[in-house]
């Protein structure tokens, strides 16, 4: 597609399920992010790739946060036993390169995640 | 984690009126970058900045990089009703992660 495609655009999950969370990146594109945004808030770094491999994973809030991006390109991000504050909309951002002071990140619509 | 401050957080203005909104980081960055984000939707790139000082346009929007690398503003000239939406400023230090605003909530009233 022509742009980053995430999904679902909406989950709503009981409080300790499982959730998956995939991103299609720009195709070509080598470099990955997920942000968190909470409600009336700008989004917040969780972490980051570099073709398959997660150069920074600094922003992840718990051990149950868990990224992957196994072939360099989709990427899915999971949460384990999820909580009502990991209610937010997880957004995926691509860029074609990695370091340089240009490189423009093309953002997705997001997936709001709703834990109840 | 990290937000950078910006202000003003809402705005209510008139078709045809000017706006301004800044950004200030306790800390330097060595690019600045201007985003609006629509309901439902992703942030989308205005303006990038790259230099200290730096005052760069984008049709009827324009941005500067402070002197100091510590703050940018975002101006808006004659405003119309499709500029309404939320803006976010966002430093990068040197790794490719953005350090976004609180964001400024602009409504344009005809």
């Known amino acids: 597609g022509a742009g980053v495609s995430q999904s679902p655009r909406y989950k709503v999950a009981k409080r300790g399920q499982d959730v998956a969370l995939r991103c299609d990146p720009i195709?070509?594109?080598?470099?990955l992010f997920w942000y968190q945004q909470a409600l009336g808030q700008g989004p917040e770094f969780l972490t980051y790739?570099?073709?398959?491999?997660?150069?920074?994973k600094s922003g992840l809030p718990s051990d149950r946060f868990f990224a992957e991006r196994p072939e360099g390109s989709v990427s899915t991000l999971k949460i384990q036993r999820t909580q009502q504050e990991d209610s937010a909309v997880y957004l995926c951002a691509s860029s074609l390169d990695w370091g340089l002071a240009k490189n423009i990140q093309y953002f997705g619509a997001g997936t709001r995640l709703s834990v109840l | 984690g990290q937000q950078l401050n910006q202000s003003p957080q809402s705005m209510f203005i008139q078709e045809g009126e000017d706006v301004s909104m800044n950004c200030t980081s306790s800390?330097?960055?060595?690019?600045w970058l201007w985003y609006k984000q629509d309901p439902g939707e992703g942030p989308v790139l205005l303006i990038a900045l790259y230099k200290a000082g730096e005052l760069t346009s984008n049709g009827r929007l324009t941005a500067q990089f402070g002197i100091t690398r510590k703050d940018s503003f975002l101006n808006i000239s004659a405003s119309i009703p499709s500029d309404v939406g939320i803006y976010f400023c966002a430093g990068r230090h040197n790794t490719d992660k953005l350090i976004f605003g609180t964001g400024t909530r602009l409504q344009v009233f005809p």
């Open positions: 195709s070509g594109h080598v470099s």
């Open positions: 790739f570099q073709n398959e491999a997660q150069l920074d």
């Open positions: 800390s330097i960055f060595n690019t």
